[in-house]
């Protein structure tokens, strides 16, 4: 059984490897086909306008790809950002509805008597310094990459 499992990760690392090598392959092919085409164009506008104006149309192009890439760029990074607020919004009404749900309080209830509150108190002492920690580290964290952003 563990023989067939890693015949099968081989296998699917093998096809994983050819197909980005086959992608590699691919990606630079269309550079050469973009950099011929490119130079195609300089030869063309270089003969009927002039070296000048040449240069100004390639780089003029350049920057229209670059600015198109630029927006494409943003779009997705605050696409991204949104679905990351909008999964926090949705984890915190989950975390509020799952503590407003009546069988989990009676489940901790029965807990405590279970365990003790002499026995519960250090605990939850332990839990909540872990989890203020935690929540330090997470508040840095944000802030270091809020900084990076700007």
Do not use: W
Not at 96 to 123: E, Y
Not at 124 to 149: C, D
């Amino acid at each position: 059984m563990l023989q067939r499992l890693i015949d099968d990760v081989k296998e699917s690392t093998g096809n994983a490897l050819r197909l980005s090598s086959l992608a590699a392959a691919a990606a630079i092919a269309l550079f050469v086909t973009i950099a011929f085409l490119c130079a195609a164009a300089f030869i063309s506008v270089l003969r009927h306008y002039g070296p000048v104006e040449a240069c100004l149309a390639g780089a003029a192009l350049f920057l229209v790809v670059t600015l198109t890439v630029v927006a494409v760029y943003t779009a997705r990074k605050r696409e991204m950002q949104r679905r990351a607020e909008k999964a926090a919004k949705a984890a915190k009404s989950a975390a509020a509805t799952m503590f407003a749900d009546p069988a989990l309080i009676a489940t901790g209830l029965q807990i405590v008597r279970a365990v003790g509150v002499k026995r519960l108190v250090p605990i939850l002492l332990v839990g909540g310094l872990a989890l203020g920690l935690m929540a330090s580290r997470g508040a840095a964290s944000s802030r270091s990459e809020a900084e990076e952003e700007e």
